[in-house]
């Protein structure tokens, strides 16, 4: 099973530039809708297993 991806820390340090802020915060959001995408992927599967499994 992949693991889920990680999502990215702000720089440390009292001068981050706004533009880095920005970056880190628009891929911090698009790793998090991967991840839940990855969720809900599996929850389906899990969903589909169990419906061939119990003959439901």
Do not use: D, F, H
Not at 24 to 51: D, K, P
């Amino acid at each position: 099973m992949q693991q889920p991806r990680e999502l990215q820390p702000l720089p440390a340090g009292p001068k981050v530039k706004l533009s880095t802020i920005a970056t880190t915060v628009t891929q911090n959001y698009a790793t998090c809708r991967a991840n839940a995408e990855q969720l809900s992927s599996l929850q389906e599967w899990i969903n589909e297993q169990n419906t061939i499994i119990n003959g439901q």
